[in-house]
């Protein structure tokens, strides 16, 4: 399996519209026709899966990249395959009026494909941190921001809230990870049933415009839209219940209760310093290699994290200062 991620050239004057449209036939045109139904028996090909992901920079405004799975048997070579890929979409994306150099685009093996789909799986709408859920709050002032940071910064700054507009414009009916009939068929495997069109106009559910109000103030919506991304409509209960929880917060004594108020921590993931360092330690035993330290920890986290996805919680990762401390005192805590 090969790791393919393309991109085109962009800029703070690039609509996202624009560039995404690109891409999006530029790539599914490379996988056309005679020449790849060729390349596909000679590589023995099972399948692609795509994975679109957006971000914003300040400097080089919207980055619409996708990321690409080459799925081949034993005899096929998807690294050669993903190289022959993208240098027929690049033409394809010159066709079309736009640029992109070679040096731009990513191929490379999977060598750990566990680690790779953890990865795959940030998709379009994750939340704003890197995979290994490392990435601090304040340092996201120079860094590409995603969707949900956009949101965030939305309350009382234009900019961010005509970004947001465009991106909600833009962005539906965008899909991810899908796994095809013929990737079904040849690995054994449900095909996914999300293949047809989704209606984007079905209201989920409804909240009060003051509790609205309020989550916009204290930039919570992220939260609220990113669960209801994550878990879908069935948990419209539970996602409003946490919704009214988070705006009735640190709010005036006459506030009404609600029955069916649920905590927060019950769509939460928060695993201590001490549960990650001593997982860390278990890991650390069964690496050979000079980084194993780090290493342990970040497989440590993986898996609290890949706990939080399985059951559709938001992960909160302790502080890492935390974590190696303890993990340095072999699992004591001071």
Not at 61 to 67: A, K, M, R, V
Not at 199 to 204: G, L, P, R, S
Not at 206 to 234: F, H, Y
Request: net charge positive; glycine share 6%; proline share 4%.
């Amino acid at each position: 399996m090969a790791s393919i991620t393309i991109t085109v050239a962009h800029d703070r004057a690039s609509q996202l519209q624009d560039i995404k449209h690109a891409i999006e036939t530029a790539s599914r045109k490379a996988r056309q026709g005679a020449p790849w139904e060729r390349q596909k028996l000679r590589h023995d090909v099972i399948g692609v899966l795509s994975a679109p992901e957006v971000t914003y920079s300040r400097r080089h405004g919207w980055h619409f990249h996708i990321h690409h799975a080459f799925l081949t048997g034993e005899t096929g070579n998807p690294e050669e395959l993903g190289w022959w890929f993208v240098r027929r979409y690049l033409k394809y994306l010159a066709s079309a009026g736009f640029t992109a150099n070679i040096q731009g685009q990513e191929v490379s093996m999977v060598r750990d494909p566990n680690r790779f789909f953890t990865y795959l799986k940030k998709g379009v709408t994750r939340l704003a941190q890197n995979v290994w859920g490392l990435r601090e709050p304040g340092k996201l002032k120079d860094k590409h921001l995603h969707p949900f940071d956009i949101l965030q910064k939305a309350s009382g700054c234009k900019i961010m809230k005509s970004l947001w507009k465009e991106y909600a414009d833009v962005m539906p009916g965008t899909r991810s990870c899908i796994l095809t009939r013929s990737i079904a068929v040849r690995l054994n495997i449900n095909q996914d049933d999300d293949n047809e069109e989704v209606a984007h106009e079905h209201i989920v559910g409804q909240l009060p415009a003051p509790t609205w109000k309020v989550l916009v103030n204290r930039r919570k919506t992220n939260v609220i839209l990113s669960l209801l991304e994550d878990r879908g409509a069935a948990a419209w209960h539970e996602i409003s219940s946490l919704a009214l929880t988070l705006s009735a917060e640190k709010s005036s004594v006459n506030a009404v209760p609600t029955q069916d108020k649920i905590p927060t921590k019950a769509l939460e993931h928060r695993p201590s310093a001490a549960q990650v360092a001593n997982l860390a330690l278990h890991y650390k035993w069964q690496l050979t290699r000079k980084e194993r330290n780090g290493e342990a920890i970040r497989f440590a986290l993986d898996r609290e994290r890949g706990h939080a996805v399985a059951n559709g919680l938001t992960f909160y990762p302790p502080r890492i200062k935390d974590v190696l401390e303890i993990f340095g005192n072999d699992g004591v805590c001071s």
